[in-house]
């Protein structure tokens, strides 16, 4: 038999091709929804899409999150999660291979959400935000008490009943979605905003935290599992009590949270006292100080009462220093004369040896010693004074000696520079330069005009006595 003629087979490019695929896929297709496992997730890709494969036990399709999608999401996609999606059924020309484009997921079932629970549970435990040591005590009696809850719910209700049964508090409450798509990001930032406030700013900054939410299905608590929230819970720096569902349900920010509470009414028993038992107690206490404080007093006086007939009578205590005062009383006029005699008898021995006579003789000693004293101080001031002007003197002829004004006055100049340095030698002198001379009787400027004359070395000779040798003058600025 002949084989078919193949020349009449239409032609494709590789694009058109690929084209034709795609829009086949969509057209058949369209919106699908496939249940698979996750593989081959890393996390988000640096654009914020996510690229990972749903598979099973025969087949494996890729898969694509964009961006926006996943920050929608609720459920995020987690490796070995298994899931239910929903999206667009297409082609990626690039690698021949179709995939589908995720819109919705959701995990399968309650055991996969269980599963995805146990698992993130492992992981903050593993960081260390469930260790009882990052608990924090509760205050006893809060001034303020912020509550993140949804405002129309009976939650809100039910805690303030029971905060006005036990103890009034003010209260602030923080609304948000206690669930949806954004509540875990709402409760995360609610929790955020009060640790935030300022402690003595116009809006007081609570004392305590409850986070309160009614009963649900695990979907409808899931926003309370979510790491955002667990994560805000472990780090608020305000006590935080978690009231989440029922006494059965238990979610991830029980185990960040300080303290867990049943429900959200318990939540309110955690918080404050109650008024009326506080009353109590301090009446009781008030009437146990008292009943104590009488007891001691009687014990008191009944150790005093025993201490006291101990002690001997007053008159007893008494006798003894009163004979002694009386015996020095009949004692003391006796005295008093025998000590005025004594004094009188040696202010007359005294003043019989003080005469004017007596007197005059030792005014007119003193006075010499003060004449010779007068005589010696004046003799020892003039030859002080000698000695002072003879140094003075001498002092003044070696200025007048080694002063340069002698060496001008036989004849020698001072040659100075425009900034009234002295110039000792012509190599610092250029054309133009100003100069200022000094002589003996004045001054005198001058402009130096270029020439100079070289002159011998001048052999030093021995330094003799003024007028010996052959009547060198030295130099005007010493050797």
């Known amino acids: 038999m002949a084989e078919p003629a193949l020349d009449n087979v239409v032609e494709w490019t590789v694009s058109e091709l690929s084209a034709a695929l795609r829009r086949t896929v969509e057209d058949e297709y369209g919106y699908v929804r496939v249940r698979g496992e996750i593989s081959g997730f890393k996390g988000p890709h640096s654009s914020g899409h996510c690229y990972f494969a749903l598979k099973d036990e025969g087949a494996r399709l890729e898969a694509v999150i964009w961006r926006a999608t996943y920050g929608r999401m609720r459920v995020k996609p987690e490796e070995g999660l298994e899931v239910v999606v929903t999206g667009r059924l297409t082609t990626y020309p690039g690698r021949s291979s179709y995939q589908i484009v995720i819109e919705t997921l959701a995990p399968a079932g309650i055991g996969a959400l269980m599963k995805l629970l146990e698992d993130r549970k492992k992981k903050l435990t593993a960081?260390?935000?469930?260790?009882?040591?990052?608990?924090?005590?509760?205050?006893?009696?809060p001034e303020v008490i912020g509550v993140v809850?949804?405002?129309?719910?009976?939650?809100?209700?039910?805690?303030?009943?029971?905060?006005e049964d036990r103890f009034p508090r003010r209260v602030l409450v923080w609304p948000v979605r206690v669930q949806g798509d954004t509540s875990a990001a709402e409760v995360a930032r609610a929790i955020h905003g009060f640790n935030a406030l300022p402690e003595r700013g116009p809006l007081p900054r609570p004392e305590l935290i409850i986070v309160a939410r009614g009963g649900g299905s695990l979907e409808d608590l899931w926003s309370f599992n979510e790491e955002i929230v667990v994560r805000a819970a472990s780090a608020s720096m305000i006590p935080l009590i978690s009231a989440v569902g029922h006494e059965?349900?238990?979610?991830?920010?029980?185990?960040?949270?300080d303290r867990r509470a049943p429900t959200p009414t318990a939540a309110a028993e955690m918080a404050v006292p109650v008024r009326a038992e506080l009353m109590g107690s301090l009446?009781?206490?008030?009437?146990?100080?008292?009943?104590?404080w009488r007891r001691n007093i009687e014990r008191h006086r009944k150790e005093l009462y025993l201490l006291s007939r101990a002690l001997p009578a007053l008159d007893e205590l008494l006798a003894i220093p009163r004979q002694r005062l009386d015996s020095c009383a009949g004692r003391l006029?006796?005295?008093?004369?025998?000590?005025?005699?004594?004094?009188?008898?040696?202010?007359?021995?005294?003043?019989?040896?003080?005469?004017?006579?007596?007197?005059?003789?030792?005014?007119?000693?003193?006075?010499?010693?003060?004449?010779?004293?007068?005589?010696?101080?004046?003799?020892?001031?003039?030859?002080?004074?000698?000695?002072?002007?003879?140094?003075?003197r001498g002092a003044g002829q070696l200025l007048a000696a080694y002063s340069y004004r002698g060496v001008l006055a036989r004849g020698f100049a001072l040659v100075r520079d425009s900034e009234g340095r002295p110039l000792r030698s012509s190599t610092n002198v250029d054309a133009g330069m100003r100069l200022n001379i000094e002589f003996v009787d004045g001054r005198v400027s001058a402009t130096a005009d270029g020439n100079r004359t070289a002159q011998p070395p001048v052999k030093a000779k021995p330094r003799g006595r003024s007028g010996e040798g052959s009547g060198g003058q030295g130099s005007l600025f010493g050797s």
């Open 248 to 257: 059965t349900d238990v979610t991830l920010i029980d185990f960040a949270a």
């Open 283 to 292: 009446a009781d206490l008030g009437m146990r100080k008292l009943a104590c």
């Open 333 to 392: 006029p006796r005295a008093l004369r025998a000590n005025a005699q004594m004094h009188h008898t040696q202010l007359t021995r005294v003043a019989a040896r003080l005469s004017p006579r007596l007197l005059s003789h030792r005014i007119e000693r003193c006075r010499e010693h003060v004449a010779g004293f007068g005589d010696r101080a004046a003799r020892a001031f003039r030859i002080f004074r000698d000695r002072r002007i003879q140094r003075v």
């Open 127 to 141: 960081e260390g935000l469930f260790d009882e040591a990052r608990k924090q005590l509760l205050p006893f009696l």
């Open 149 to 163: 809850t949804s405002p129309t719910g009976a939650v809100i209700r039910d805690i303030l009943h029971r905060l």
